[in-house]
């Protein structure tokens, strides 16, 4: 397969967590919005970066490479 060169590395992971969601039914993105901004955005910063700075050593968990390798069932535990 040919390399996507016209793409950046970001766009591309943009394109991956797209695909992604359209995996998930209808309604539970909106849903895990929800209990994300009520139960983690407090340590993790309303969009992950761990910008909140209440925990030390929070994870920035919009950062692909480092999700990137963890499956479902890991992040479920
Ligand atoms: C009180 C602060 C706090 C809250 C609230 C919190 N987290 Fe975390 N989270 C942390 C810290 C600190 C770590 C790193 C330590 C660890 O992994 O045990 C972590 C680790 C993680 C990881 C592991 C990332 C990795 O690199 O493997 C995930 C995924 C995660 N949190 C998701 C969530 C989700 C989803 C919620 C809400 C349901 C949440 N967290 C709520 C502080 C918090």
Not at 11 to 28: D, H, K, M
Not at 29 to 44: T, W
Request: with cysteine; proline share 8%; charged share 20%.
């Amino acid at each position: 397969m040919p390399p996507f060169t016209s793409l950046t590395a970001d766009q591309r992971w943009n394109l991956v967590a797209y695909l992604y969601t359209l995996s998930i039914p209808e309604g539970r993105l909106d849903r895990g919005k929800a209990v994300y901004a009520d139960k983690c955005a407090s340590c993790h910063g309303a969009t992950g970066k761990a910008d909140a700075q209440r925990a030390p050593g929070t994870p920035d968990l919009s950062d692909p490479a480092r999700m990137a390798d963890r499956s479902q069932a890991t992040l479920m535990l």
